[in-house]
C-alpha cells in the first residue's frame, strides 16, 4: 500500500520541463518530507500528483495502492483518496465552509444518497474543535477574508473531515506564526494512521519540528537529489542548499 | 374596473391613455435604451386572448412562499383569487380595485407621482391608463410588521397583465413586500407590465423583492419607484430568472435627508434571454446613501444591459453613493452590456462605480475538483456563490431562502448541458 511516483516528467504547455524524473514511494502509514530551494519543482510535483491541467505529465507513473491514476481527472483523484492541502487556497465566495465540505463528502456518494445533516454537523463541530475554529466559520465563504493562518486550517479541516488515504501538504506551514503552527500540526498529526501516508512540501526546517517524518527528501531543479532521515532536515537548516551547487552533485 | 372608481382615477386613466398614444415609441438612438433589443417592443403578437379556464384552487395551492407570510395575496391575471391576513386592523392591505373605493383620497395621495425618467413612459402610461387592480399597502406611523406580505401574480394565456404594487409606510414604520410573478404554463407568451411604487415615511423602513420567474416565452416591464422620507431606509431586490426579455427600471429618489436605499439584483439568464436593467440612483438631499449591486450570471446566448446612473443634486452634499454591477460569463457566446455612471453636482461626496465581467477561473475550479467535487457541480456552486453574495444582502432568513429556492430551480433547469 503506497502512493508511488515513478519516473514522473511533467512539463508546462510551453513545453518547459519541470519535473525531470521524479520517483518517490511513499506507503502508508510513514511521513514523508520534501524539502528545496525555491523553484525546484516542489509545489508542481504536488499539483501533478492531483492532476491540475496546466501541467502535462510527458512519461511516468503515478500509481495509488496498485492503480494507476495518471489517467484519472482531478475529482476522481481526489475521490480515490489523494488530498493536496494547498499553499494559498483559493477563495470561493458565497459558498459557505459548512456547504462546501458538504458538497466534497456528497460527491462520494452513491447517486440519490443524501448526507445525514445532523451528524454531518456534529462531525464537523468535532474537527472545528480540534482545530481550535470557532463556529462562525461554517458560515464564513471559503477562505475569504480569511487570514493565512485560517486558510491553512481551513485546508487542515478539510483533510480531516474527508479522510483521504494520502496527503499532499504544500508548504504548509509558511506564513504561520508559531501558535497557528502548532494548531495545525497538531491536526495533521492527528490524521497520523497506519493506513494513511503524507508528502509534506516544506521549506522550512521548523515544520518538521512538530511534525516528525519518517523520511525527508531533497529536491532540486526537478529532481530528488538526496533522501535520509529527519536529520537530513537539521543538516539543511544548518548549512543550507549550498550542497546543490558542488558539482558533484549537480551531475 | 368598476364602475365605483372614483372620479380622480378615471380621469387619470383617461389622460394616461391619451399619454400612452402621444408618447414615441422608444427607437434607436435614445441613450436610455442603448443596446436595446428594439423588437422585443412589438406587442402586436399578444393576442389578448380571453384566458382559458385555470383551476383556481390549484394555482392557489402552487402559490407557495415563505412559510408563515403575514399576509398572502393571490392574482390570476390581475383579478384576486385568493387573500388571507394576520395583519393589524389599522394596516391597510387591500386589492388596488378596493382600496380605491374604501381609501380613495389617501391612494389618490401616492398613486404614480414620480415622473418616469428611464426610458420606459410610455409603457408607465400604458400601464397607468390599463391597471385593473394590484395591491396596496398602507403602514400606519409606529408600526412595525415583523415578517413578510406575499404576493403571487399569476400570468395565464396571451394577454397582458398589469399588476401594480403601491405601498406606502408611516413614519417609523416596517414592512417587507414580496411579489412573485409567474406563468401558469410554460408555453403560452405573454406580457406583463408592471409598476411598484415604494412611498418610505420619516425613519421607516421598507423591504421589496420582485421574483420573476414567468415563462420563456413571456416578456416584462418592471418599473420601480421608490421614493425615502427623512431617514427611511429602502431595500429593493430584483431576481430574474425567467420571461424570454425583462426590462427592469428602478429610480431611488432619496428625498429625505439621511435616507439610505439599497438596490440590488440577480439575474440569471440563459439560452437566448434578455435583461436590461437602467437604474437612478437620484440623491436630492443632504447625508443620503445609496448602494446598489446587479449580479448577472450568464449562460448560453444570453444577453444583460445595465446601466446605471449615481446623480448626486445640488444639495445632497455629504452623499455616499456606491454602485456595482459584476456579470459572471459562464459561456463564449453570452453577452453583457455594462454602462455605469456618475454625476455630482454637491460637495464632501463618496462616491464609487463600476463593473466587471469575468469568468470562472481555472484556479477556483481545480481547488473544488481537488475536494472531489466534479467540474459541473464545481461551476454551478461558484455560480450559485456569485448570486448569494447579493442574496445576503437581504439579511433575513426565510426571505433569502425563498429567493435562493428560485436561484436553485432555475440552476437546474439551465442542467448540466450549459453548466
Not at chain 1, 531533497?218 to 532521515?229: E, P
Not at chain 2, 454637491?346 to 463600476?354: L, R, Y
Request: net charge negative.
Amino acid at each position: 500500500m503506497s502512493l508511488h511516483i515513478q519516473e514522473l516528467h511533467a512539463s508546462l504547455e510551453n513545453g518547459t520541463e519541470i519535473l525531470k524524473g521524479v520517483t518517490l514511494d511513499i506507503p502508508a502509514g510513514e511521513i514523508h518530507a520534501i524539502m528545496g530551494p525555491n523553484g525546484s519543482g516542489k509545489s508542481t510535483l504536488s499539483k501533478v500528483l492531483a492532476g491540475h491541467k496546466g501541467y502535462i505529465p510527458t512519461s511516468g507513473t503515478i500509481t495509488l495502492d496498485g492503480q494507476d491514476i495518471s489517467e484519472l481527472s482531478i475529482d476522481q483523484r481526489s475521490r480515490a483518496g489523494i488530498f493536496l492541502a494547498f499553499q494559498y487556497p483559493a477563495e470561493v465566495p458565497g459558498v459557505s465552509n459548512a456547504n462546501f465540505i458538504r458538497a466534497a463528502l456528497q460527491s462520494r456518494l452513491p447517486k440519490g444518497q443524501e448526507i445525514d445533516a445532523v451528524a454531518y454537523y456534529k462531525n464537523l463541530y468535532a474537527k472545528m474543535d480540534l482545530l481550535e475554529m470557532d463556529r462562525k466559520f461554517t458560515s464564513r465563504a471559503v477562505n475569504e477574508g480569511f487570514s493565512g493562518g485560517e486558510k491553512k486550517r481551513n485546508e487542515i479541516l478539510q483533510m480531516i473531515m474527508l479522510d483521504p488515504k494520502y496527503c499532499i501538504l504544500d508548504e504548509t506551514d509558511s506564513g504561520l506564526d508559531i501558535d497557528a503552527l502548532k494548531i495545525v500540526a497538531k491536526g495533521v498529526n492527528a490524521m497520523r494512521s497506519a493506513n494513511r501516508g503524507m508528502l509534506l512540501i516544506t521549506h522550512y526546517q521548523r515544520l518538521l519540528d512538530y511534525i516528525k517524518p519518517d523520511h525527508v527528501h531533497v529536491m532540486s531543479d526537478g529532481r530528488i537529489v538526496r533522501s535520509g532521515g529527519p536529520e537530513l532536515a537539521l543538516e539543511l537548516e544548518e548549512k543550507g542548499y549550498d550542497f546543490l551547487k558542488e558539482p558533484a552533485l549537480a551531475s | 374596473m368598476t364602475a365605483t372608481l372614483p372620479a380622480w382615477f378615471k380621469a387619470r386613466q383617461q389622460s394616461a391613455l391619451q399619454r400612452y398614444e402621444t408618447t414615441t415609441t422608444p427607437k434607436r438612438g435614445d441613450e436610455q435604451w442603448r443596446f436595446s433589443n428594439f423588437k422585443q417592443l412589438d406587442f402586436a403578437n399578444v393576442s389578448n386572448k380571453p384566458a382559458p379556464e385555470v383551476d383556481v384552487a390549484g394555482l392557489v395551492s402552487r402559490s407557495t412562499g415563505l412559510e408563515t407570510p403575514v399576509a398572502k395575496f393571490v392574482f390570476l391575471n390581475d383579478s384576486p383569487v385568493f387573500s388571507e391576513s394576520s395583519l393589524p386592523t389599522d394596516v391597510i392591505c387591500l386589492p388596488l380595485a378596493e382600496a380605491l373605493a374604501s381609501h380613495s383620497d389617501l391612494v389618490a395621495q401616492h398613486f404614480m407621482r414620480q415622473e418616469t425618467r428611464l426610458g420606459s413612459a410610455k409603457y408607465a402610461a400604458l400601464h397607468e391608463a390599463s391597471l385593473k387592480n394590484g395591491l396596496f399597502v398602507h403602514i400606519p406611523d409606529g408600526m412595525e410588521i415583523e415578517g413578510s406580505i406575499e404576493v403571487h401574480h399569476w400570468l395565464s394565456g396571451e394577454t397582458t397583465i398589469f399588476p401594480h404594487t403601491l405601498v406606502v409606510t408611516g413614519r417609523n414604520a416596517k414592512v417587507r413586500i414580496i411579489d412573485c410573478f409567474r406563468s401558469v404554463d410554460e408555453t403560452t407568451p405573454g406580457l406583463a407590465i408592471a409598476f411598484n411604487d415604494l412611498c418610505l415615511g420619516e425613519n421607516s423602513q421598507l423591504d421589496y423583492i420582485a421574483i420573476q420567474a414567468l415563462n420563456e416565452v413571456t416578456r416584462m416591464i418592471q418599473i420601480n419607484e421608490t421614493s425615502t422620507d427623512r431617514d427611511a431606509r429602502a431595500k429593493g431586490f430584483i431576481l430574474n430568472t425567467g420571461a424570454s426579455w425583462a426590462r427592469n427600471e428602478s429610480l431611488s429618489r432619496l428625498d429625505g435627508p439621511g435616507s439610505r436605499s439599497d438596490m440590488l439584483s440577480v439575474s440569471i439568464p440563459a439560452r437566448e434571454q434578455e435583461y436590461d436593467q437602467r437604474t437612478l440612483q437620484h440623491h436630492v438631499s443632504e447625508g443620503t446613501y445609496s448602494d446598489l449591486l446587479y449580479k448577472n450570471t450568464l449562460y448560453g446566448h444570453s444577453r444583460t444591459i445595465f446601466s446605471g446612473l449615481i446623480f448626486v443634486g445640488e444639495k445632497a452634499h455629504h452623499t455616499d453613493a456606491y454602485q456595482t454591477c459584476r456579470n459572471l460569463l459562464m459561456t463564449d457566446d453570452c453577452e453583457a452590456n455594462s454602462m455605469p455612471g456618475l454625476e455630482i453636482n454637491a460637495d464632501q461626496v463618496k462616491c464609487s462605480h463600476g463593473s466587471t465581467s469575468s469568468q470562472i477561473s481555472d484556479e477556483e475550479i481545480f481547488y473544488l475538483c481537488t475536494r472531489g467535487i466534479d467540474p459541473t457541480r464545481a461551476r454551478q456552486l461558484i455560480a450559485r456563490g456569485f448570486s448569494v453574495e447579493a442574496v445576503e444582502r437581504l439579511a433575513d432568513e426565510p426571505t433569502e431562502k425563498l429567493v435562493l429556492k428560485f436561484i436553485d430551480e432555475k440552476f437546474s433547469a439551465i442542467g448540466v448541458s450549459e453548466g
